[in-house]
Structures are given as structure tokens and as C-alpha cells.
T-cell receptor, first 114, second 114 residues
Framework: KAGVTQTPRYLIKTRGQQVTLSCSPISGHRSVSWYQQTPGQGLQFLFEYFSETQRNKGNFPGRFSGRQFSNSRSEMNVSTLELGDSALYLC?????????????FGEGSRLTVL | DQQVKQNSPSLSVQEGRISILNCDYTNSMFDYFLWYKKYPAEGPTFLISISSIKDKNEDGRFTVFLNKSAKHLSLHIVPSQPGDSAVYFCAASSKGGATNKLIFGTGTLLAVQP
């Protein structure tokens, strides 16, 4: 069974640009979550999608957005990039409707903003 | 406001000895707790979990203890092996909501010395 796939793995952008990251969940998983990992901050929840609907959202500015498609694949977008957006962005999928928290993570997309 | 705290950024243990990783939380609504392990350049992988109705859960060399009155949980690894060297994240969720949102701690880097 293929795992969670994230693309691209690495990317470099400059301030003010926008970026789109993609996530393909494990086959059959309908829940996709996004997390930002920065040094010293751990993993911070961005948002979660279930069956194409945003089910929950973290405390990030509106520059961070996402969506989920009918095949459960998800994308997240960051507009007007800032230096502080440099981070590892992790996608996780789950078959659960909610609550048990056993998430399966991808390897992440490492974004560097110059 | 860090609702899940891992106050030890790093821990070094000799091979064969016990590793004890600690985690504190502040939100009494949390009722499900998990530990994830992360190797460099990989996504976090689920290790073990515990529901708030229990105070202990074992899985092979890994045991998680939960002290609800102290809002504290710990992960014990016995015996520790060099392959256990990784960053360990504690996470918490509230099962009451239909969501897979997890609140993570900042992680503890475990180094198991041969």
C-alpha cells in the first residue's frame, strides 16, 4: 500500500511569491491534515479536510489556504510568502472520521523563503 | 500558548538502559494522547497511544503512562536501542470533536549511545 506522497519535496521561493504544495493520501483515506514544522515550535496544525470539506482550521493567517479534491488529494497554498514561512510542511492522512489521531504522515515539503 | 509541553529538548541514554521521555499538557479537554517518532528527512510515524480512561498502555519495548491529575504523560523505552535515536513528539487530541486535529509538543531528541 503506497504511503502519503507529498510534492515537491524541496522548493525555494522569494518573499512575496506564492506556493502550492500537493498531498496524495493513502488510498481509501478521506481525512487529510496539514502541519507546519519549524525549529523549536514542533508541529503546528494548519487545517484538516474530510470529504472535500474543511473540518478544522488552526491559528494561521488567511495567506494559508487549502482544498481537497473528490479523490481525496489535497493542496495547500501560501500567498505573499514571508521569511517566517520557511518550514517543513507535513501532510497526514487518516481513515478515521475523527478523534483517535493515528495519522500517517508524508515526508514533507521543505520550503525555503529567501 | 503551548498546550502540550516537552521540557527536555534532548536526552542521551546508553544502549540497554531505560529511556524516559516526558510530556505535560494544560488543556483538561484532551482525552487521547499519542507519541510519534521522527527520523531526519522522514515524516513522523505513530508509535503508541493512550486514552484518558487508562493510565498505562504497553506495546513491546514501549510503555506510555498517563497521570491525569498531574496532566503528565511519559514514554518509557526498555531496553533502549541505537535505532531508537530520533525525535519523539507527544501529541494530544479531544475525541469529542469529529476531527483529527492533534496538538503537538516541541519534541525531544533521543540519542541512544552504543
Amino acid at each position: 500500500k503506497a504511503g502519503v506522497t507529498q510534492t515537491p519535496r524541496y522548493l525555494i521561493k522569494t518573499r512575496g511569491q506564492q506556493v502550492t504544495l500537493s498531498c496524495s493520501p493513502i488510498s481509501g483515506h478521506r481525512s487529510v491534515s496539514w502541519y507546519q514544522q519549524t525549529p523549536g515550535q514542533g508541529l503546528q496544525f494548519l487545517f484538516e479536510y474530510f470529504s472535500e470539506t474543511q473540518r478544522n482550521k488552526g491559528n494561521f493567517p488567511g495567506r494559508f489556504s487549502g482544498r481537497q479534491f473528490s479523490n481525496s488529494r489535497s493542496e495547500m497554498n501560501v500567498s505573499t510568502l514571508e521569511l517566517g514561512d520557511s518550514a517543513l510542511y507535513l501532510c497526514a492522512s487518516s481513515s478515521d472520521r475523527g478523534g483517535t489521531g493515528e495519522l500517517f504522515f508524508g515526508e514533507g515539503s521543505r520550503l525555503t523563503v529567501l | 500558548d503551548q498546550q502540550v509541553k516537552q521540557n527536555s529538548p534532548s536526552l542521551s541514554v546508553q544502549e540497554g538502559r531505560i529511556s524516559i521521555l516526558n510530556c505535560d499538557y494544560t488543556n483538561s479537554m484532551f482525552d487521547y494522547f499519542l507519541w510519534y517518532k521522527k527520523y531526519p528527512a522522514e515524516g513522523p510515524t505513530f508509535l503508541i497511544s493512550i486514552s484518558s480512561i487508562k493510565d498505562k498502555n504497553e506495546d513491546g519495548r514501549f510503555t506510555v503512562f498517563l497521570n491525569k491529575s498531574a496532566k503528565h504523560l511519559s514514554l518509557h523505552i526498555v531496553p533502549s536501542q541505537p535505532g531508537d535515536s530520533a525525535v519523539y513528539f507527544c501529541a494530544a487530541s479531544s475525541k469529542g470533536g469529529a476531527t483529527n486535529k492533534l496538538i503537538f509538543g516541541t519534541g525531544t531528541l533521543l540519542a541512544v549511545q552504543p
